[in-house]
């Protein structure tokens, strides 16, 4: 990466603005998968608030391909994995019930790990790690002043940090954000759960109370209504409502209310706690008119901002700088075609609106969990499209579009998630005839075929069956491990065929019928 000399711009291929969660999993993605880049943070470090908690299958998932599951579960919240409604903390509650999240049994049918309590304040310096080991650069106390298109990128002014050239800019700065400001990207209000204010503090109540607490508990105290979650480190928060429609304010949250609310609400009247941090926001959700303008791309809050409702807004975060991030890398690279960057808005846009619309509805559906984590089904000019209507839960067959099914498997001696096998090129797996694929794929493209009972042992039929390969089967996945084409039956000309299938998956061409992967006799 170019370094700014003698009043010189840095050069970069990727200029990430904003090292929450969003910017950081950009960053990483498109390391890994070839392209310089630089995140630039207005804040002086990482986060010193917990935030977000929860952590789904799918972004445990990714921090396993990522390397960094062991060191974000180190920061796991020891918690009873139930929700409370209780009088107070220290009372027997009222009702216990599960989290949305699935349970370690349910997550391990379907997925390679299991999902995770830890706190945001953990998790970015993990992942901010993970970028300066693969090579790139975070520069915290450094906020965009200004930031224009050009015919060959952007041109952003950093302040007295200089400026960046880059190929492609992501805004990852949050609801607020700078950049999508700059673009002049509209932002629609969906709705609103109301204003609330929150507290951070010690000491641990778990340990004061003598027991494992629920991860969360809404208390229903007449003088002290409020939600009470664990967040590690011998820390908690309270969330309360207040209603400026009734003369209150969020400034009549003194330390000595916060005090006497904390006392009613835990049923521990000698309560001592120590404040650590307060804050006041508006339970909303958002979403931007676009998440692409030319070079530059949103992710996260910046592109759809969600209430805390169903723990999804941080992973959803995740999930988009997973997706975008390796297709940078393959533009810059010169591996896809402008298309393929299109079809990052054509994916997500969709699905952010809709867990943005979730997020404000206050009871569960029937699609929370893994349903909404690992069962989505997309549709854009890079899927073949095989016509038929998603699939309904989270159970996945490798139609194109859906997240590729988990499978063990053995490969090169170890015992893997054939998900591992996805995450730095283009797979094309087969059934077990389908040796002739292999001799099939293009040149220039980093691409392997992977015959199923010889490459990937299946002496169960597991794999096979998972993904409905008959003898001449070809499935392709991305590198994001979604399935992009499949094609069942014996073809004519499979050079041609696949050559088409990754044409189309790398934006160089619209999908033809040709491509739908149907039977050629």
């Known amino acids: 990466m170019g370094r700014t000399l003698l009043g010189m711009p840095t050069t970069t291929d990727v200029l990430v603005v904003g090292a929450g969660p969003a910017g950081l999993a950009t960053a990483i993605t498109a390391l890994r998968h070839g392209a310089r880049v630089l995140v630039v943070e207005r804040r002086g470090g990482t986060s010193t608030v917990p935030r977000a908690t929860g952590v789904s299958t799918r972004t445990m998932e ?192 003194t330390p000595a209310r916060w005090t006497e609310l904390l006392r009613t609400a835990t049923g521990l009247p000698g309560l001592q706690p120590e404040l650590l941090a307060t804050g006041a926001f508006a339970m909303a959700a958002d979403v931007a008119a676009t998440v692409r303008s030319g070079p530059a791309f949103l992710v996260g809050d910046a592109a759809h901002r969600m209430t805390p409702q169903g723990g999804i807004g941080m992973n959803t975060a995740i999930h988009d700088g997973h997706e975008l991030g390796w297709r940078l890398a393959w533009v810059v690279r010169g591996l896809a075609a402008d298309a393929l960057l299109d079809s990052y808005a054509a994916e997500r846009e969709p699905l952010g609106r809709a867990l943005a619309a979730r997020s404000l509805r206050e009871e569960r559906e ?44 053995r490969w090169r001696g170890r015992r893997v998630s054939v998900l591992d096998l996805f995450e730095d090129r283009l797979t094309v797996l087969t059934g077990h005839r389908g040796e002739g694929w292999r001799h099939a794929t293009p040149r220039g493209v980093p691409i392997d075929v992977l015959v199923a009972g010889q490459d990937l042992p299946d002496p169960n039929r597991a794999l096979r069956a998972a993904y409905r390969l008959e003898p001449h089967s070809a499935v392709l996945v991305r590198p994001d491990g979604i399935v992009a084409w499949r094609h069942d039956g014996r073809c004519r000309d499979r050079g041609a065929a696949l050559a088409g299938a990754v044409e189309t998956t790398l934006g160089h061409r619209g999908v033809g019928t040709s491509l739908a992967g149907k039977h050629v006799a």
Not at 75 to 97: K, N, Q, Y
Not at 100 to 119: F, G, H, I, N
Not at 373 to 390: E, F, H, I, K, N
């Open 62 to 253: 990714l921090f396993r391909f990522w390397g960094v599951a062991r060191a974000v579960r180190e920061g796991a919240i020891d918690c009873d994995p139930r929700v409370a409604i209780t009088r107070t903390l220290s009372a027997e509650p009222d009702e216990l019930f599960p989290f949305s999240y699935p349970s370690m049994r349910e997550a391990l049918a379907v997925s390679p790990t299991y999902p995770a309590l830890c706190s945001q304040d953990h998790i970015e310096p993990v992942l901010a790690a993970e970028i300066r080991r693969l090579g790139g650069e975070v520069r915290f106390g450094t906020e965009l002043a200004e930031l224009r298109t050009t015919p060959d990128g952007v041109h952003a002014e950093l302040g007295p940090a200089g400026s960046v050239r880059a190929r492609f800019v992501v805004g990852a700065d949050g609801a607020r954000s700078a950049v999508r400001t700059a673009l002049g990207i509209g932002w629609e209000h969906l709705g609103s759960l109301g204003e609330f204010v929150n507290v951070l503090f010690r000491p641990d109540l778990a340990a004061l109370l003598g027991r494992r607490l629920p991860g969360i508990s809404f208390v229903k105290h007449p003088d002290a209504e409020c939600v009470l979650l664990p967040v590690g480190a011998g820390r908690w928060t309270a969330t309360r409502r207040w209603f400026p429609e009734h003369g209150e304010s969020a400034a009549d949250y």
């Open 366 to 409: 029937p699609d929370d969990g893994l349903p909404t984590d690992l069962g989505r089904t997309y549709r854009s000019p890079v899927v073949a499209d095989d016509g038929a209507a998603p699939a309904q839960g989270h159970s996945r067959t490798a139609r194109p579009g859906e997240r590729a099914p988990h499978v063990w498997v």
